[in-house]
């Protein structure tokens, strides 16, 4: 790990303010992407600004059909609390299948999504319940949020502080893992809102994206077999040696049809 | 340099650090605690696993100075008067080790599942519970007899108590 200078602030502003006047900043919530990448050295900030102070931006309430989430909400406190398993189980499931028990233990929601990664689960759940990501600046809409492979429309030194979930009808997300890194290879997260049927798939491409053509499905029919003839092109996607295009996208409807199901049981 | 100070096992410590000090390499370099292992370089292996504030964390994933404050336990603070804890003498009984390198994790993930379940642990949930934890002897069976062995222990223990 290269050499790096540590902060640790007791407030938003007081974090924005450090983060503005070092030469190459980086913040940190849990560490669980961040450190193992300082520890490749494929990163080297000047200075890390760590967010493991603020109390206030960690905790969860649930309150007129919104279930809000602070950015340094471990994975381990989203899995295990009793309100989101009441209002948004699918929530709860996907927090409890994120790495391991270790991981989850330390790693946040907020560093989950400002990461972006192409693998990662949260970021169908933010986009299929379409969530609103709350910064120290403004409003994101989870449509807007993601805009590529680790990127976000976070600006430089904004700070994620919450994401707003609505609560769904019905919800359901089905991850089919990576054996060796328990990321996602697909992960499809279904979920009957308010304004419609959305679809988001992570793992597959380079960044979260909506199906429309299984949410225009799942509105006219939500079950398992509405989707079960939707063919997915393997255009775009993401190949490795873990798995080729062609299998991630056959496994986009295999889930699909599981998280449907499930949503259903 | 940054001073950091924490309780460990029970005891405290404090020392200047370089930020980029893992916790783990605190622990071995500076504690002398050298029970906690360094099996990976990816934070998949479990090898490190400590409590960090009663929850098991990956000792290699977390800098020293994130726990300024904290209260560290390491497989050396389990055995109390010289008596092992019952995770370890269930390790110890049911041959939950072969070569010992990855047991001291082990043994902490173990702890920590045991107090998140005082319902009681089945092999399925165990299985899943130690998915941050390599072995690369034994093949797992005999660890997961381990733990369910001492969780039926500690909670009639608790339950005689
Ligand atoms: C072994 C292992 C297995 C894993 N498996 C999975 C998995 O199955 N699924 C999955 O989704 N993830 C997985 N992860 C990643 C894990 O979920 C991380 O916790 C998460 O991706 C990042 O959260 P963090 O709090 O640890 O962020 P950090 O590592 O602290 O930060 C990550 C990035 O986000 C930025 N950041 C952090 N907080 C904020 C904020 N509030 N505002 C703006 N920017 C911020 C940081 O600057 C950094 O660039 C795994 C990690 C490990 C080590
Ligand atoms: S040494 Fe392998 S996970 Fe920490
Ligand atoms: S006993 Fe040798 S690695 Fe587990």
Known sequence: ?265 | MTAVSMTVNGKSVSADVEPRTLLVEYLRENQRLTGTHVGCDTSQCGACVVHVDGVAVKSCTVLAVQAEGASVVTIEGLAKDGKLHPVQEAFREHHGLQCGFCTPGMIMTAVDMIRRHPEGLDEATIRAELEGNICRCTGYHNIVRAIEAASAAMGAKEAAA
């Open chain 1, 1 to 265: 790990m290269y050499q790096f200078a540590y902060h640790r602030p007791g407030s938003l502003a007081e974090a924005e303010k450090l983060f503005s006047a070092a030469e190459d900043p980086k913040f940190m919530s849990g560490g669980q992407t961040l450190i193992p990448t300082l520890k490749q050295r494929l990163a080297s900030p000047s200075d890390i600004i760590d967010l493991g102070g603020l109390k206030d931006l960690a905790g969860i309430s649930v309150a007129d059909g919104v279930v809000t989430i602070g950015a340094a909400t471990r994975h381990a406190d989203v899995a295990s609390s009793a309100e989101v398993r009441k209002a948004i189980p699918a929530l709860a499931d996907l927090a409890g299948w994120i790495g391991d028990p270790l991981v989850r233990h330390r790693g946040t929601i907020g560093g989950s999504i400002a990461n972006a990664d192409p693998s990662a689960d949260y970021p169908a759940a933010v986009v299929a319940l379409n969530a609103t990501v709350h910064t120290t600046r403004r409003t994101i809409a989870a449509d807007d949020f993601f805009t590529g492979m680790f990127e976000t429309a976070l600006h430089t030194g904004e700070i994620v502080t919450k994401i707003a979930f609505p609560v769904a009808a019905q919800a359901a997300y089905e991850k089919f893992r990576n054996p060796a890194s328990r990321y996602a290879m697909v992960g499809v997260f279904v979920a009957r809102t308010a304004g419609g049927v959305r679809v988001a798939v992570t793992g597959a491409a380079p960044s979260v994206f909506r199906q429309e053509a299984m949410e225009a499905a799942l509105g006219k029919s939500f079950t398992p077999d509405a989707v079960a003839g939707i063919k997915v092109s393997p255009d775009g996607l993401n190949a490795d040696l873990h798995a080729s295009a062609e299998y991630r996208a056959h496994l986009v409807t295999v889930m699909a049809k599981r998280a449907v199901a499930r949503a259903n049981g």
